[in-house]
């Protein structure tokens, strides 16, 4: 990785950056009614891996790389204010029918809602940043074109942004870490210094991931049944801190 | 292309939200959802067009009551959920607010003021100006006579203090002009607003200060 791209990923991946993925949990909130019992360090980092390894990595990364590749066909002539090139327009086109895709094979609703509400977020931040094509896809998403799912929306601005596909991808996947981590140390499942514990596996669960390749017409296959039930159970918890 | 500047292009590149937007914060139980729902007839009867995001901390405690209330159209509700973050929802990343202010601009056009209210919290909370034009911070007399004194960034950095509940000052022992000339001190003059919230004393004088402040005079 070259200084840039490193000190680029670092940016995005520091919780600094407005992204809005501190209020969401992807169901871990939903473990512990799921278990029956609080989970311990253990169960948190189960959770995370099956995410990582079958939700993850074979979804929302092939998604995402996909995107990535999608929005490099014309995005550098592309403006940002909704005036972008037709060459831009069939890159967003690709973009958005890739983000179809991984919408529909997304089974849970919660997982569905809160995967779109992530990308708002991530993109709004963008929007006022001005990173060229996050415009032109909002107009998209508004229009009902394109959902705008999380995955989706970081594979085209960060490839706009300057991240190579394998940046971009690891980048996620630290994100899925650290966000999955940060909330179990909110609902007091682990410590600080316990999620760091959890953290070189999980991470060398991504690095395993983001280097098995994506083909050219892979399409998402996630299956992630114990953390999509988490989830369901998590939108119905009478008392939630986290959306979901 | 790696660059740490790729194509920086002048922003915002959207289009400026229509409505106003207010920050309300301030501790647990100072009355932040009891002075929204004083405000809203107020606002209302002006002919301010308003609706209220709220940050509850867990559920939608406040939304819900809010949209019970009978006193605002409940479609002009939304909740926003803090992530255990009350803080961070509205300082470090605002995002999750700024698009439920959206939505609301979005689906109502005439939309005039968006009130934005924190989940409870201490007296350190403060309002991103990325999401508010301008906010009030909420303290009341039961919390305390010395958190004036305690200097809190919500109590000095606000737009406008608002102290209430000062009908109990006399039952939970607190001297209210000490309370209060301490208050302005601590804020070197800038507004404040002694309230009753249940009571509607000083309402009036709220609405004016957000009226003088984000809207033209109604």
Redesign the interface.
């Known amino acids: 990785m ?1 200084t ?2 490193l ?2 990923a670092l ?1 995005f991946g520091d ?2 950056f ?3 993925g ?4 992807q169901g871990l909130e939903g473990l512990a009614p799921l278990r029956g019992a609080t989970p311990d360090a253990d169960a948190v980092a189960a959770f995370l891996d099956e995410q990582i390894s079958h939700r993850w990595g074979p979804a929302e990364r092939v998604t995402l790389v996909r995107c990535h590749r999608a929005a490099g066909t014309g995005g ?1 002539a592309a ?3 909704g005036a972008d090139t037709a060459m831009d327009e069939g890159a967003l086109d690709a973009v958005a029918a890739l983000d179809r895709d991984l919408d529909l094979s997304t089974f849970s609703q919660t997982l569905r809602r809160g995967a779109r ?1 992530n990308g ?3 993109l ?2 963008h ?4 990173t ?1 094509g ?2 032109a896809y ?1 107009g998209r998403i508004a229009s009902g074109a394109a959902p705008g799912t999380l995955a989706a929306i970081q594979g085209l601005l960060w490839r ?5 596909e394998t940046e971009a991808a690891a980048l996620a996947g630290y994100q899925l870490v650290a966000g999955g981590l940060t ?1 179990a140390t ?2 007091g499942l682990v410590g600080a210094l316990g999620a760091q514990a959890l953290m070189p596996v999980l991470l060398g669960r991504v690095a395993d991931v983001v280097s098995r390749p994506v083909a050219a017409d892979e399409e998402p296959s996630g299956f992630s049944p114990y953390a999509e039930i988490a989830a369901a159970r998590q939108a119905r918890l ?6 979901n | 292309m790696n660059a740490l500047s790729p194509r920086l292009s002048p922003a915002p590149a959207m289009s400026p939200p229509n409505a106003a937007r207010i920050g309300i914060g301030g501790p647990v139980g100072s009355g932040k959802t009891a002075l929204i729902e004083a405000l809203l007839p107020v606002l209302q009867a002006r002919g301010v067009s308003v609706a209220v995001v709220t940050n509850d901390l867990v559920t939608a405690e406040d939304a819900e009551r809010l949209r019970r209330s009978g006193i605002i159209d409940p479609a002009r509700v939304l909740a926003v959920e803090a992530g255990a973050c009350p803080h961070t929802v509205i300082r470090e990343d605002p995002t999750l607010n700024m698009l439920a202010a959206d939505e609301l601009d979005a689906r109502f056009p005439e939309l005039d003021l968006v009130i934005i209210e924190s989940g409870g919290d201490n007296l350190a909370s403060t309002f991103s100006l990325d999401l508010v034009d301008w906010w009030i911070f909420v303290i009341d007399v039961a919390g305390g006579g010395d958190i004036p004194r305690k200097r809190g960034p919500g109590v000095l950095q606000c737009d406008l203090l608002v102290v209430n509940k000062v009908d109990l000052a006399p039952h939970v022992g607190v001297d209210l002009d000490v309370m209060l000339e301490e208050a302005r001190h601590v804020r070197g003059g800038r507004p404040l607003v002694a309230t009753a919230c249940r009571a509607g004393l000083n309402i009036d004088q709220v609405a004016d200060a957000i009226a003088d402040a984000v809207l033209l005079r109604r």
């Open positions: 070259k840039a791209g000190l680029t940016r919780s600094a407005p992204g809005g501190f209020a969401f949990s550098a403006d940002d204010d509400r708002a977020a991530f709004a931040a929007l006022r940043l001005g060229p996050a415009g909002r706009r942004a300057g991240l190579d909330a909110r609902l009478p008392l939630r801190l986290f959306s």
